[in-house]
């Protein structure tokens, strides 16, 4: 193999001609008769248009604030990045935190126990998680339904019977399922761990009605979900400082990885694809090169019969 | 990928007449050209054994390169904590 590498880079065969070819097309260049000082002048206002453009543009982005909503800012989080796996130490508090807070009001009927094994919990723990909820089945030999403990097939418990029940609960808002949360709302994770921790006063001449809270990152302002997270409002058992933006962060974590299982390997096999497409990249870039290698070094005439 | 092009190189080689045939590399590739890709059979299990130790190889080296990038974070990383 290095033998064949020495004999392609001998042969001259990857290597580029692009000024034999910038030289062919400057014959036919519209500006090869410009004048030095034409040349500046187009250049300086080049450089500006672009300038212009791109201060234009990062301004545009870093303010947003023609919308009605505040947008969420972009958080750090772990699994940021082309390469960063989630950190399961945080999705196992977060489950924590879904247990005792979110699962009192939201339903999660998407998930089930078993994806815990391998995620968060050993097998063993993920079967005493889904014995500790009640699940309706049926019907026995005498057709009527009863209650078992839940087993690892079983999705997360929903408080609510249905969704009307739900709303006439929760004042007319229906809390939403959780299970794809994160895919379904415009900033994903970030707009859970904004909204979950930017709750604060209304501002002047806004009235709340009974039952609605003010949440600058919720669509309107007034979200009928109140403040669920304060500091040590959950706890942790891995004794990690339960404070208010610790358990958003893991819950936040938890929730995006309910909506993207796949996440982890995902990153996996697309480092692996990519380092095998660059691997083929370059053989398919050697490999055309060295078929028109023989047209490009050959100089090919017509020559007419010359007339008797 | 590499069987077809060593073995177009054979060809090549084999019009040529000077210098190249005392190269080890040459000698080298003359014997690959008997033992493995001059008979098709021989050849179908180069490719078959070949990529079988390409995948595992490849494998192991980027899920290793991975693992060291996410050290820490992943299940396998913190199970121990939580295994009776």
Known sequence: MAACMRRICGAGLLKSNHGIVLQQANKYS??????????ALCTTAGVLAGGVAALWYTLDRSVQAKDLILHPPEQDWPHKGLLSTFDHASLRRGYEVYKQVCAACHSMQYVRYRELIGVT???????????EIMVEDGPDDTGAMFKRPGKLADSFPSPYPNEAAARAANNGAYPPDLSYVTAARHGGEDYVFALLTG???????????EGQYFNP????????MAQALYNESAEYTDGTPASASQLAKDVASFLRWCSEPEHDTR???????????S???????????????SLKSTKIMYVPRKKM | MPSFLISLRVCGEEQKTSGLEESSSFQLNMALY???FKRTSTLALTVVVGAFVFERSFDVLIDGIFDKINEGKQWKDIKKNYET
């Open chain 1, 217 to 224: 990152y919720f669509l309107g302002g007034a979200i009928g």
């Open chain 1, 279 to 293: 691997v083929f990249f370059a053989v398919t870039l050697f490999w055309k090169r060295h078929q028109w290698s």
């Open chain 2, 34 to 36: 008997e033992l493995l």
């Open chain 1, 199 to 209: 709750y604060c006063d209304p501002p002047a001449g806004v009235e709340m009605q």
């Open chain 1, 121 to 131: 919990h050993t097998e063993e723990e993920a079967k005493a998680e889904a014995a």
């Open chain 1, 267 to 277: 990153k996996r096999t697309g480092l692996k694809a990519l380092t095998m497409i």
């Open chain 1, 30 to 39: 519209s500006s090869s008769t410009w004048t030095k000082s034409q040349k």
